[in-house]
C-alpha cells in the first residue's frame, strides 16, 4: 500500500463486503468513513443496497441531525444506487467521489452481481465477520472433527481470481494492489474454544490466499442507539458523558482504522477526533 494521498481523479476505493448478512458491515462502514472525514479526508459513500439503505439512512440521519442542531459534522457525500448495470454504477461513481480521496461501499448481505463488481474493484476489500463457523464458511470449509480448512469458499475463490488479475494489472495499468482484510466482529460474545479454533482457521485460511485479519467492533447497544441521530463514537462532543464502554469500543475503532492501513491523508488538527 503506498502512503501517498491519492489524486482526486483517483479515489481510493473501500468495499465492505460479506454475502452474509448481521456482521456489522454497515455500522463498521459507516464509522470508518467518518473516522476518515474527521482526518480530513475528502469521503464519498455508495449503499448498493437499495432495499435496506441502511449507510444511506444512516448518513441522512446524520445530515439531518446536524441541520437540525446547528453543528458541522464531518461526514460523506452519499448516494444510495438503484438497479443498474456495473457501467452505469461506474459512472454515478465517478460522478460522486469526483475530488475525494476515498470512497466507501456498502454492500448487500446477499450474492448479488454489483456487489461482485464492486469487491472486485477494490483497493482495500473489507470483510466482516462474526466469530463462528456459520459466517467462516463464507470464506472456507472446515473439517467436522479437526476443524482445519478443508477448501475454499465460491467467495474466497473469487477474489483471490480478482487479486490475481490486479496484480497483473498493477505492473501493466499502475493500478493499486487489493488489500483484502477479514475483520473479526463481535468477538466478546464468542465462547473461548470456538475463538481459538476459528482463530486459527483464519490463520490457516489467510497464508493461502493472501488475506489480512484484524479486530473489529465488539457487540455493543450504543451502535443501534446512534443510528437514529446518524451520530457515531467520534461525535464525543455531542454524545454527553460517554461509559467505559463506549471509550473501550472508540479504541477498537481506532484500532481498527489504523490496521486497514490506508493511504494518508490526515490533517494534523484532525487527529484529535481519534484521540
Known amino acids: 500500500m503506498t ?122 476489500l473489507v470483510t466482516p465477520l462474526n466469530d463462528s463457523f456459520v459466517d467462516f464458511d463464507l470464506i472456507g470449509q472446515v473439517d467436522a472433527e479437526t476443524f482445519k480448512v478443508r477448501k475454499l469458499s465460491f467467495y474466497a475463490e473469487l477474489i483471490w481470481e480478482a487479486r490475481l488479475k490486479r496484480s497483473r494489472a498493477t505492473i501493466e495499468q499502475q493500478r493499486r494492489e487489493m488489500d483484502w482484510i477479514v475483520v473479526r466482529n463481535r468477538t466478546g460474545h464468542t465462547e473461548a474454544r470456538n475463538m481459538v479454533r476459528i482463530e486459527a482457521a483464519l490463520k490457516e485460511l489467510s497464508k493461502r490466499v493472501g488475506f489480512r485479519v484484524a479486530h473489529g467492533l465488539s457487540e455493543r447497544v450504543i451502535y443501534r442507539e446512534l443510528f437514529p441521530s446518524g451520530l457515531t463514537l467520534l461525535d464525543k462532543g455531542h454524545l454527553g458523558e460517554l461509559g467505559t464502554s463506549h471509550l473501550v469500543a472508540r479504541q477498537e475503532l481506532r484500532a481498527l482504522v489504523a490496521a486497514l492501513n490506508l493511504p494518508v491523508t490526515t490533517k494534523p488538527a484532525a487527529e484529535l477526533a481519534l484521540a
Open 3 to 124: 502512503d501517498a494521498r491519492p489524486t482526486p481523479r483517483s479515489a481510493h476505493r473501500i468495499v465492505f463486503a460479506n454475502e452474509k448478512g448481521g456482521t456489522g458491515k454497515s455500522t463498521t462502514a459507516v464509522h470508518i468513513a467518518v473516522a476518515l472525514a474527521y482526518r480530513g479526508a475528502r469521503v464519498a459513500a455508495i449503499d448498493l443496497d437499495p432495499r435496506q439503505r441502511t449507510l444511506y439512512r444512516y448518513f441522512e440521519n446524520r445530515q439531518e441531525t446536524a441541520a437540525r442542531r446547528g453543528i458541522d459534522l464531518p461526514t460523506a457525500r452519499f448516494e444510495v444506487f438503484e438497479d443498474g448495470s456495473s457501467e452505469e454504477l461506474e459512472a454515478v461513481v465517478a460522478s460522486l467521489s469526483e475530488g475525494c480521496d476515498f470512497i466507501v461501499f456498502d454492500t448487500p448481505g446477499r450474492d448479488d452481481p454489483l456487489a461482485r463488481h464492486a469487491a472486485t474493484e477494490a483497493d482495500t
